[in-house]
């Protein structure tokens, strides 16, 4: 019996027309050289594979040549130029520092002429242009800061003018740039009248320094953006899939920019710039400005820490005219930083928990040794799960009719804190400190007898 004829399905108009998951797109690639095409047409590896081909020409080097001086494959190079493999965001930047032409021309990305903020934000982070849509997403930014600086001219307000710029040469080492962050942020908690406190809310303090803070969804590797354009005035861009802490830690880096840097700047803060000078000086100065030193200090004081373990004390006894000297030890292991101790300084200051070891190592509150056991990722992980459990500082139980008592200080933090600590020190038993989780499990719901007893005994 005959066969039923079919006409033979042109299997990249179909991929053209769906929407393709990931794995149906590596399906057709395996299977037909139509989806090729159709995908590097879809993903825009075609017009990126022929500029990077046509600038490769343009400059004279062949495929081998450019792949020695990118410390890439050949295969690569041409696979890349014929469209059969993506592009990521470090290659593309290697691509358009070789060719001397900006990533986005590469891409053959569509940007107006009259839109240099968004040209310059994608030549700096090429990763941004991988994100779908991302134009529309910073056109959203500059729209809003245009569309502010309009009503304020049309209700005659004063032009916004921003914090002030501290004017500072460039850093020419380590060293320069962390000095000049640190006296920066000094200056404007001292300008600010912020004191030695942890900082207000970020995004209200900036916006009243006229740097309104955005968030957006931005490449992993991308903490945040600073603009400062003459067309739209000042702003902080921070990404949105990041947790709360990082994106304040971002908002003060952005901030330090404001501060530091002229009107025309444009900066993109990623993992691979932050070794820069300015970069540098930026998160010295987000540090110094979220951890102040004397209120740090204060706060390690304030848990029993910080002290010698031997303090000599002098006195002059006027009959024999000599100096007469007493001694006083702390009790063992009293003077230890441990997970716990900086778990509590970075939730009172609203920062991330390996900026706080950072910061302590930098004041000289410990040693390098003592950083060590801190950073290791049992420490970290221990400590991110006491600030899921205890929740941020800022929050406070709101109190009702009903309601016998309310604590609207933070107790039951200073409860779990001391808690721990005084089994550490051998002060407590297990039955008092399952005795005290009883308390504690009423008002911290994710808190449980043996898991406090666990991180109790992690601390010692």
């Given at each position: 019996?005959?066969?039923?004829?079919?006409?033979?399905?042109?299997?990249?108009?179909d991929?053209?027309?769906l929407?393709?998951?990931?794995?149906?797109?590596?399906?057709?690639?395996r299977?037909?050289?139509?989806?090729?095409?159709?995908?590097?047409?879809?993903?825009?590896?075609?017009?990126?594979?022929t500029n990077?081909?046509?600038?490769?020409?343009?400059?004279?080097?062949?495929?081998?040549?450019?792949?020695?001086?990118?410390?890439?494959?050949?295969?690569l190079?041409?696979?890349?130029?014929l469209?059969?493999?993506?592009?990521?965001?470090?290659?593309?930047?290697?691509?358009?520092?070789l060719?001397?032409?900006?990533?986005?021309?590469l891409?053959?990305?569509?940007?107006?002429?009259?839109?240099?903020?968004?040209?310059?934000?994608?030549?700096?982070a090429?990763?941004?242009?991988?994100?779908?849509?991302i134009?529309?997403?910073?056109?959203?930014?500059?729209?809003?800061?245009?569309?502010?600086?309009?009503?304020?001219?049309?209700?005659?307000?004063?032009?916004r003018?921003?914090?002030?710029?501290?004017p500072?040469?460039?850093?020419?080492?380590?060293?320069?740039?962390?000095?000049?962050?640190?006296?920066?942020?000094?200056?404007?908690?001292?300008?600010?009248?912020?004191?030695?406190?942890?900082l207000?809310?970020?995004?209200?303090?900036?916006?009243?320094?006229?740097?309104?803070?955005f968030?957006?969804?931005?490449?992993?590797?991308?903490?945040?953006?600073f603009?400062?354009?003459?067309?739209?005035?000042l702003?902080?861009?921070?990404?949105?899939?990041?947790?709360?802490?990082?994106?304040?830690?971002?908002?003060?880096?952005?901030?330090?920019h404001?501060?530091?840097?002229?009107?025309?700047?444009i900066?993109?803060?990623?993992?691979?710039?932050?070794?820069?000078?300015?970069?540098?000086?930026?998160?010295a100065c987000?540090?110094?400005?979220?951890?102040?030193?004397?209120g740090?200090?204060?706060a390690?004081?304030?848990?029993?820490?910080?002290?010698?373990?031997?303090?000599?004390?002098?006195?002059?006894?006027?009959?024999t005219?000599?100096?007469?000297?007493?001694?006083?030890?702390?009790t063992?292991?009293?003077q230890?930083?441990?997970?716990?101790?900086?778990?509590?300084?970075?939730r009172r200051?609203?920062?991330?928990?390996?900026?706080?070891?950072?910061?302590?190592?930098?004041?000289?509150?410990?040693?390098?040794?003592?950083?060590?056991?801190?950073?290791?990722?049992?420490?970290?992980?221990?400590?991110?799960?006491?600030?899921?459990?205890?929740?941020?500082?800022?929050?406070?139980?709101?109190?009702?009719?009903?309601?016998?008592?309310?604590?609207?200080?933070?107790?039951?933090?200073?409860q779990?804190?001391?808690?721990?600590?005084?089994?550490?020190?051998g002060?407590?038993?297990?039955?008092?400190l399952?005795?005290?989780?009883?308390?504690?499990?009423?008002?911290?719901?994710?808190?449980?007898?043996?898991?406090?007893?666990?991180?109790a005994?992690a601390a010692?």
């Amino acid at each position: 019996m005959p066969r039923d004829k079919h006409a033979t399905p042109n299997h990249g108009d179909d991929l053209a027309n769906l929407e393709t998951s990931p794995s149906v797109i590596a399906k057709w690639r395996r299977l037909t050289p139509d989806a090729r095409n159709v995908l590097a047409r879809m993903t825009g590896r075609e017009p990126l594979a022929t500029n990077l081909r046509k600038a490769r020409e343009n400059h004279g080097l062949s495929q081998d040549a450019v792949a020695k001086k990118l410390r890439l494959s050949r295969s690569l190079i041409a696979q890349i130029e014929l469209a059969n493999r993506p592009v990521t965001a470090d290659e593309l930047a290697k691509f358009a520092d070789l060719y001397g032409t900006p990533p986005v021309e590469l891409t053959g990305t569509g940007v107006g002429a009259d839109d240099p903020v968004t040209a310059t934000l994608l030549n700096l982070a090429p990763a941004l242009l991988k994100e779908f849509d991302i134009q529309s997403r910073i056109h959203g930014v500059l729209g809003a800061l245009m569309g502010t600086s309009e009503l304020e001219r049309l209700l005659e307000r004063p032009t916004r003018t921003g914090p002030p710029t501290y004017p500072l040469p460039s850093p020419r080492m380590l060293v320069d740039a962390i000095r000049q962050g640190e006296e920066i942020a000094e200056h404007e908690r001292q300008r600010l009248g912020l004191r030695d406190a942890p900082l207000p809310e970020l995004p209200d303090l900036c916006a009243a320094q006229g740097v309104p803070v955005f968030a957006l969804k931005l490449p992993d590797e991308l903490s945040g953006l600073f603009i400062a354009h003459a067309s739209v005035g000042l702003a902080i861009v921070v990404n949105v899939t990041h947790d709360v802490i990082r994106q304040r830690l971002a908002i003060a880096h952005g901030y330090a920019h404001a501060v530091c840097e002229p009107m025309g700047t444009i900066r993109v803060c990623t993992s691979a710039n932050a070794k820069e000078l300015i970069e540098r000086r930026a998160a010295a100065c987000a540090a110094a400005f979220l951890l102040p030193a004397p209120g740090v200090a204060e706060a390690v004081r304030r848990l029993g820490k910080g002290q010698p373990s031997r303090q000599e004390y002098w006195a002059f006894d006027a009959p024999t005219e000599q100096s007469v000297r007493a001694e006083e030890r702390s009790t063992p292991g009293s003077q230890t930083m441990t997970y716990v101790d900086v778990m509590w300084i970075a939730r009172r200051f609203g920062a991330t928990y390996k900026l706080t070891v950072s910061r302590l190592l930098a004041l000289g509150l410990i040693s390098e040794p003592d950083s060590k056991p801190l950073l290791r990722p049992k420490s970290v992980e221990l400590a991110r799960e006491c600030l899921t459990i205890l929740g941020p500082a800022s929050a406070r139980d709101s109190p009702s009719a009903s309601s016998t008592v309310v604590a609207l200080s933070d107790l039951r933090a200073e409860q779990f804190y001391m808690a721990i600590e005084a089994y550490r020190r051998g002060l407590m038993t297990k039955a008092d400190l399952a005795t005290e989780a009883v308390s504690l499990s009423l008002q911290l719901p994710g808190l449980s007898g043996s898991r406090l007893l666990e991180l109790a005994e992690a601390a010692r």
